[in-house]
């Protein structure tokens, strides 16, 4: 018999079975350890030295200052870099958000509170600092605003970082360090995120406002809000939606209601929503992540972390109180905060059909499965998205799941 007739009668056999791809369980989370009763916030992957960057914070000024955690994404051994109070006034400095900047410096929002630990939690400065990643200094940008509550979102957008106070929009030259501008927009904001898709539009969330928000950075201005969500906090965006993490539940808190995540039609502004598996014990969806796979990510403060591929729905649960922030890394790894458990978590997404990201099963996809055909992690003809089943080799197996989704579209 020849090599194609045994390929095809191999096909036909394995079509036999049911086969789907492999999807990842609770038990497939992977976990690191950070300094016991640290809270790890903001989390960021470093494409420019392979490190992951997180913002540690330890909550309380008994703890100490916060820190920025260098982890060497591969060794998974870290650095922690102590920040120090710059203000005569506001001491501990506590960080929350991290981005990586044009040259893989990072920024993180940070905040301060006033000389006694146990101060007003609205009594607190916030400003942002640079981590220079050549000369491990921690540079602090003043902010001239006119309010004293922060700079809580940070974001890396068109050239330029974007951080968001109590209502005022700031963009910083991340080489020269000079603020560029600074503009009132109405709404406070956790989380900002530019549209990659597009020049000019970055979006923001506002969960006292209950609004999801477009900045034009050609215009300065608002562009576009939206109305109607439920306590919004964490955006993500793909070429045609903004996706919005809907946080639900105000106190006194009422479990069990599933998560859900707005999606606005970046075309016409409607809004839809996708829903969750989770059981919300605490709160609902805190933040979400489109990944270079399609692969659409939440967390939430009932320390479940979620995926919507393109044909699943997944909820895991992770260590902890609450998973926070993600980032994503290399070979299809999720990383995010959990804290409440002073860990990292790490999950490896669910392979897709879509072997080539298009956000469709096509033929494409079956030719690629096949040209990785007989191919292990160590081959040349390798490729890790044709594993669709993550046995560690393309077979025939794989082939025919890429088969069976055919026509699927996202
Ligand atoms: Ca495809
Ligand atoms: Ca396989």
Redesign the pocket.
């Given at each position: 018999m020849n090599k194609s007739i045994i390929f095809l009668f191999s096909l036909l056999l394995v079509s036999q079975f049911i086969v789907s791809v492999q999807s990842p369980t609770s038990d497939d989370i992977k976990y690191l350890e950070l300094p016991s009763n640290s809270i790890p916030m903001g989390i960021a992957y470093n494409p420019k030295n392979n490190m992951t960057y997180v913002a540690l914070n330890w909550g309380s000024a008994v703890y100490g200052n916060g820190e920025i955690a260098e982890i060497n994404t591969t060794s998974r051994t870290y650095i922690l870099y102590e920040l120090e109070s710059w203000h005569l006034d506001y001491k501990y400095p506590m960080p929350f958000a991290v981005a990586i900047d044009g040259d893989g410096n990072v920024w993180v929002t940070i905040r301060s509170f006033k000389n006694t630990p146990n101060q007003h939690p609205l009594d607190m400065l916030w400003c942002i600092v640079k981590f220079n990643i050549e000369s491990k200094t921690i540079e602090y940008i003043p902010l001239s605003l006119p309010s004293l509550r922060g700079s809580e979102t940070v974001t890396f957008y068109n050239d330029y970082i974007w951080t968001m106070n109590k209502e005022y929009l700031t963009k910083i030259d991340y080489i020269t360090n000079t603020i560029e501008g600074c503009w009132n927009v109405s709404f406070s904001g956790y989380f900002a995120i530019g549209d990659n898709y597009s020049n000019d539009s970055l979006w923001f969330s506002s969960i006292t406002n209950n609004v999801v928000c477009m900045f034009n950075t050609t215009t300065n201005t608002v562009e576009e809000i939206i109305n109607g969500f439920d306590r919004p906090l964490g955006v993500a965006v793909d070429k045609d939606y903004v996706y919005v993490a809907e946080n639900h539940i105000k106190e006194p808190y009422e479990p069990i209601v599933n998560g859900t995540i707005a999606r606005i039609d970046k075309t016409i502004y409607t809004v839809d929503r996708i829903v969750t598996n989770s059981i919300i014990t605490n709160e609902g969806p805190y933040s979400v992540l489109k990944d270079s796979y399609g692969n659409l990510w939440w967390t939430d403060n009932s320390n479940n972390i979620g995926v919507f591929s393109l044909i699943e729905n997944l909820t895991l649960n992770a260590i902890g109180s609450y998973c926070y922030f993600m980032t994503e890394v290399p070979n299809s790894s999720i990383w995010f905060s959990c804290v409440g458990s002073a860990h990292i978590g790490e999950i490896t997404g669910p392979k897709t059909p879509d072997v080539n990201s298009d956000g469709k099963v096509s033929i494409a996809d079956i030719v690629i499965t096949i040209s990785a055909f007989g191919s292990e992690p160590e081959s040349e003809t390798w490729n890790s998205s044709a594993?669709?089943?993550?046995?560690?080799?393309?077979?025939i197996?794989?082939i025919v799941i890429v088969i069976n989704y055919f026509g699927l579209v996202l």
């Amino acid at each position: 018999m020849n090599k194609s007739i045994i390929f095809l009668f191999s096909l036909l056999l394995v079509s036999q079975f049911i086969v789907s791809v492999q999807s990842p369980t609770s038990d497939d989370i992977k976990y690191l350890e950070l300094p016991s009763n640290s809270i790890p916030m903001g989390i960021a992957y470093n494409p420019k030295n392979n490190m992951t960057y997180v913002a540690l914070n330890w909550g309380s000024a008994v703890y100490g200052n916060g820190e920025i955690a260098e982890i060497n994404t591969t060794s998974r051994t870290y650095i922690l870099y102590e920040l120090e109070s710059w203000h005569l006034d506001y001491k501990y400095p506590m960080p929350f958000a991290v981005a990586i900047d044009g040259d893989g410096n990072v920024w993180v929002t940070i905040r301060s509170f006033k000389n006694t630990p146990n101060q007003h939690p609205l009594d607190m400065l916030w400003c942002i600092v640079k981590f220079n990643i050549e000369s491990k200094t921690i540079e602090y940008i003043p902010l001239s605003l006119p309010s004293l509550r922060g700079s809580e979102t940070v974001t890396f957008y068109n050239d330029y970082i974007w951080t968001m106070n109590k209502e005022y929009l700031t963009k910083i030259d991340y080489i020269t360090n000079t603020i560029e501008g600074c503009w009132n927009v109405s709404f406070s904001g956790y989380f900002a995120i530019g549209d990659n898709y597009s020049n000019d539009s970055l979006w923001f969330s506002s969960i006292t406002n209950n609004v999801v928000c477009m900045f034009n950075t050609t215009t300065n201005t608002v562009e576009e809000i939206i109305n109607g969500f439920d306590r919004p906090l964490g955006v993500a965006v793909d070429k045609d939606y903004v996706y919005v993490a809907e946080n639900h539940i105000k106190e006194p808190y009422e479990p069990i209601v599933n998560g859900t995540i707005a999606r606005i039609d970046k075309t016409i502004y409607t809004v839809d929503r996708i829903v969750t598996n989770s059981i919300i014990t605490n709160e609902g969806p805190y933040s979400v992540l489109k990944d270079s796979y399609g692969n659409l990510w939440w967390t939430d403060n009932s320390n479940n972390i979620g995926v919507f591929s393109l044909i699943e729905n997944l909820t895991l649960n992770a260590i902890g109180s609450y998973c926070y922030f993600m980032t994503e890394v290399p070979n299809s790894s999720i990383w995010f905060s959990c804290v409440g458990s002073a860990h990292i978590g790490e999950i490896t997404g669910p392979k897709t059909p879509d072997v080539n990201s298009d956000g469709k099963v096509s033929i494409a996809d079956i030719v690629i499965t096949i040209s990785a055909f007989g191919s292990e992690p160590e081959s040349e003809t390798w490729n890790s998205s044709a594993d669709v089943n993550s046995d560690n080799r393309v077979s025939i197996t794989d082939i025919v799941i890429v088969i069976n989704y055919f026509g699927l579209v996202l």
